[in-house]
């Protein structure tokens, strides 16, 4: 399963809730970034994330969009 985050917050219980789902389900998780990087960077709860350009985000099989923000 990957999972998109597309919420600002970098702390608080939407970082946790993603957190324990990537941890209990084994998810690879996502960032929108306007370029694609190589690296991961630490999430928290030792969970990482990969800042994605969204035209090869599309393209993953089953996309969940975890936590989205008003703005």
């Known amino acids: 399963m990957n999972l998109i985050y597309m919420a600002k917050p970098i702390y608080g219980g939407w970082v946790t809730f993603t957190a324990h789902l990537c941890l209990k389900h084994n998810c690879n998780l996502f960032k929108i970034g306007k ?4 690296n991961k960077r630490k999430f928290g709860y030792n969970i990482e994330y990969q800042n994605t350009k969204i035209e090869e985000l599309i393209q993953k099989p089953e996309l969940i969009i975890n936590e989205l923000d008003n703005h």
């Open 35 to 38: 370029k694609t990087e190589k």
